[in-house]
């Protein structure tokens, strides 16, 4: 037999339909699993790892990051790659669009997404896609474009963007979207999307699983009106006064509108994106009973996982939708354990404090959304998660295996003979604190700053090469751009 280039020796793997990992050696040829049984043949090797009892989990696929939002997008994907790196994710797939932010463009994506691929090609040290936000009529007729001559599988709706800014209010957000005077970005758009990906499921019946649409969900109106409430009533400040501002039943309400026009238009496969409350996860359950023939997909953050709005580390937590009190962090725990949650990201949007933070800097209103969080995101989870009943099977599961199959990622998602080597080692019984100081991406601060995890990634492989060996990465940024879908 061909000698493997490489062989991870002393491991335990984890697999996503096994509750408990297996004393199996990873061998790996051409950037593929080649083998998985005890005690593989080294012989020839041209590079054999020990593992050290370490677990073996697959490499993150991420399904939801922000590059290139808050800085210019080269940046990102070489700096927060690393990030990635850092944390075990192999796979980062990236939310963009046209507007404001990213390219500061608009206009067509036959136009836009070449530049994307200039400005990410051999920048990143993982692999990395996007998904696609069509924000004009015209963005509309290129879905079937995207999906053809870019591998862009998956689109995007941002419910709020309508009425409401990125940060709070807005009184122009055609210029901020930068679409035309007499366009709109209402529900009429938003249903004439998902009537769009629908025709798109019809036009590549070979594909047609694998092609969806993700909603950001929460309702201009609701917000606009709660965010003049909290600022005249004055007793809330802080990530408080920004969760009360964006309340859940407006979460709750976008879910339901978001499910009448999947039904409305014939389109089953729906993503509910980063769900933060007990009211939001209970309206996408309520719409999945009320409509079970639309496949909805509930997502959750590491963020709305971890911290809540007294714990975090100061406005550095503004993110959207918000961080929520200690109650809601709990039900999504709940709904974690019972299976109702298909899969967890870190919403990784790098915004360096000298951006996050405006003037006065103690104003939660004034302050930017998002923060990044790739590098928390695998050992976040197993630290809480397992303590909690999550089995270490489930936790590879809700970060690999299922966002790879919904968006498309068939090379990918799991330590198994004929899929990309994709995997990181994990030690379990290693406590540590979060330090931004510490973290590989960019930014200067994190809402996870001080908090005690239990599991810490050490090593990771793209597709068998390390480009992280012991906490630092190595080597040259080698990632590639996932045309999806992608086939073993």
């Known amino acids: 037999m061909e000698p493997f280039d490489l062989v991870v020796t002393n491991v335990r793997v984890v697999r996503h339909d096994q509750a408990e990992p297996a004393a199996l050696d990873i061998g790996v ?93 051999q920048k990143s040290y993982v692999d990395f896609a996007f998904h696609v936000a069509p924000m004009t009529t015209e963005h509309i007729d290129e879905i079937p474009e995207l999906i053809r001559d870019h591998g862009v599988t998956s689109f995007k709706i941002f419910m709020f963007y309508g009425g409401h800014g990125l940060h709070g209010r807005s009184a122009d957000q055609s210029s901020f979207l930068m679409i035309p005077p ?21 036009q590549f019946p070979e594909l047609a699983d694998e092609i969806s649409l993700s909603l950001h969900c929460e309702t201009a109106e609701i917000m606009r009106a ?24 407006s979460e709750g309400l976008a879910v339901t509108i978001a499910a009448y026009l999947a039904h409305e238009t014939g389109l089953p496969t729906i993503n509910l994106l980063h769900l933060t ?32 709005i007294d714990t975090a580390y100061g406005l550095g937590g503004k993110v959207n939708p918000p961080l929520r009190p ?43 959304s998002g923060f990044g969080g790739a590098e928390y995101l695998l050992p976040g989870l197993i630290s809480e998660g ?14 690999s295996w299922a966002p790879a199959r919904r968006f498309g990622l068939a090379t990918k998602g799991a330590i198994a003979e004929g899929l990309d080597a994709d995997f990181c080692l994990v ?9 931004a100081e510490e973290s590989l991406s960019t930014q200067e601060y994190t809402p996870f700053e001080g908090m005690e995890l239990t599991a810490k990634v050490t090593d990771t492989f793209l597709r068998g090469e390390q480009i992280l060996r012991a906490g630092n990465v190595v080597g040259q940024p080698r990632g590639r751009y996932l045309a999806r879908p992608t086939r073993p």
């Open 427 to 435: 030690d379990e019984n290693h406590t540590w604190t979060v330090r």
């Open 277 to 308: 409350s007990a009211k939001a996860v209970d309206a996408a359950l309520r719409m999945a009973q009320a409509f079970p023939h639309v496949d909805f997909r509930r997502e959750v953050t590491i963020g709305h996982l971890l911290a809540d």
């Open 226 to 249: 709660y965010t003049r409430l909290v600022e005249e009533d004055g007793s809330l400040t802080g990530l408080a006064a920004y969760s009360a501002s964006r309340p859940p039943h």
């Open 326 to 368: 200690r109650e809601d962090v709990e039900a999504l725990w709940g709904h974690m354990l019972d299976g109702t949650i298909d899969w967890v990201v870190s919403d990784h949007a790098c915004c360096r404090a000298e951006v996050k933070f405006g003037e006065p800097k103690d104003d939660i209103f004034v302050a930017k």
């Open 29 to 121: 040829r051409d950037g593929r699993i080649a083998a998985l049984a005890p005690h593989l043949d080294v012989t020839g090797a041209k590079n054999v790892v020990d593992a050290g009892g370490k677990l073996a989990f697959p490499g993150v696929v991420d399904a939801h990051q922000h590059w290139g939002i808050y800085h210019p997008l080269a940046e990102d994907a070489a700096t927060e790659s690393r990030a990635c790196a850092q944390g075990g994710v192999t796979s980062a797939l990236n939310y963009i669009r046209t507007g404001q932010y990213y390219l500061n463009r608009g206009g067509p994506y036959r136009e836009f997404f070449p530049e994307v691929h200039q400005a990410t090609d």
């Open 386 to 399: 397992v303590k909690r009943g999550l089995s270490y099977g489930r936790v590879a599961e809700l970060t």
């Open 182 to 202: 007499d366009a709109r970005y209402d529900y009429a758009h938003f249903e004439f999307v998902m009537r769009g990906v629908q025709a798109a499921r019809e």
